[in-house]
Nanobody, 118 residues
Framework: HLVESGGGLVQPGGSLRLSCIAS????????MGWARQAPGKRLEWVGH???????YYSESVRGRFTISRDNAKNMLYLQMDSLKSEDTGVYYC??????????????WGQGTQVTVSS
């Protein structure tokens, strides 16, 4: 079970921090990440964090987004800085094994809406 929060409306250049709480599986053993879906577009994998906290990011967000995790709390985070209008979309947390999905998985959460607009 995955529940995302922290989305909202932000101006270009602004920042947001998304959170995801996981339950029902061994969170600390999984590589976890974030995906996003803009209106009318395919699901895009944003990046993920390994069990040792090393990270991978897609080229579109590298240098602006930071993924972190707190295994003691079963929490995943996405710090988004220097936001652009093209970052608008619904953001989901998911296991890295779903990185190739074309749409949100059946057991994913509802996601959290991020809108970047002036």
């Amino acid at each position: 079970h995955l529940v995302e929060s922290g989305g909202g409306l932000v101006q270009p250049g602004g920042s947001l921090r998304l959170s995801c709480i996981a339950s029902g599986f061994n969170f600390s053993a999984r590589v976890m990440g974030w995906a996003r879906q803009a209106p009318g577009k395919r699901l895009e994998w944003v990046g993920h964090v390994y069990r040792d906290s090393t990270t991978y990011y897609s080229e579109s967000v590298r240098g602006r987004f930071t993924i972190s995790r707190d295994n003691a709390k079963n929490m995943l985070y996405l710090q988004m800085d220097s936001l652009k209008s093209e970052d608008t979309g619904v953001y989901y947390c998911a296991p890295e094994t779903d990185a190739g999905n074309s749409r949100p998985g059946d057991y994913w959460g509802q996601g959290t809406q991020v809108t970047v607009s002036s």
